[in-house]
């Protein structure tokens, strides 16, 4: 179970990882094959072992597993493209957030969860989205969320029905700098 990480001294190969991390992108078509309940199970334990502020954990995840359910978020999600097996709703819990007032943290927090639940699907087998395209109060009403309790991100999550496309990035020079803005020379390595 990934929710053993914590107390595990084993280290997956950093080549499997990297290329996991190298080669998710976002899926929007679905085969519509259910996906198994340790499957989810796995990818929510992934999400929450994410690193958050002063360990606050100001999150909380729903799981739609039922056609119905799926389809009714569905219909307050114009963002969500395909017809997912499953979704999660990644919400922030603002009860937690007492020192973080504007929740800045805690979207941060929140996205770190989400990436992980991405690269869980994606080291299943899976696709998913980030989507952010939904309308929050809408969603929040059908899911019966405490109003402390606020959806950020919708996650559609299926077997991907298409092959997946590479990302396309900006040129690397354009972003990453060494040492100060701007260099894009690697200096060589420090000894010492
Ligand atoms: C904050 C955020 C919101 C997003 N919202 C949507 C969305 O509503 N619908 C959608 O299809 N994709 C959405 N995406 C996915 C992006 O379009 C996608 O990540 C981007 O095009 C890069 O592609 P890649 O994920 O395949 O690398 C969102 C991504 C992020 C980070």
């Known amino acids: 179970m990934l929710s053993d ?7 997956p190969p950093a080549d499997a990882v990297l290329e996991v991390l190298r080669t998710r992108s976002a899926v929007r078509h679905y085969t519509g094959d259910p996906v198994d309940d340790i499957l989810i199970d796995r990818m929510l334990d992934a999400a929450i072992a994410a690193p958050t502020a002063a360990n606050r954990q100001a999150w909380a995840f729903v799981a739609i597993r039922e056609g119905i359910n799926v389809r009714r ?8 493209i395909g017809d997912p097996s499953v979704i999660v709703v ?24 989400v990436e992980n639940l991405l690269l869980a699907a994606h080291a299943q087998g899976l696709g998913a989205c ?3 395209s939904f309308c929050g109060p809408a969603i929040g009403r059908l899911l019966e969320l405490p109003s402390h ?9 299926g077997y991907p029905a298409q092959e997946l496309a590479s990302p ?18 690697r200096p060589p390595a420090r000894i010492g």
């Open 168 to 185: 396309c990035r900006r040129n690397r020079n354009e972003v990453i700098s060494y040492e100060r803005w701007g260099k894009v020379t």
């Open 149 to 157: 309790v606020e959806p950020r991100f919708i996650v559609p999550i």
């Open 5 to 11: 990480v914590s107390t595990s001294t084993a280290r």
């Open 130 to 132: 980030p989507v952010s």
């Open 73 to 80: 978020v569905r219909a307050f999600a114009p963002g969500i």
């Open 90 to 113: 990644a919400c922030v819990d603002r009860n937690r957030c007492a020192e973080d007032p504007g929740g800045g943290h805690s979207q941060l927090c929140l996205a770190m969860a």
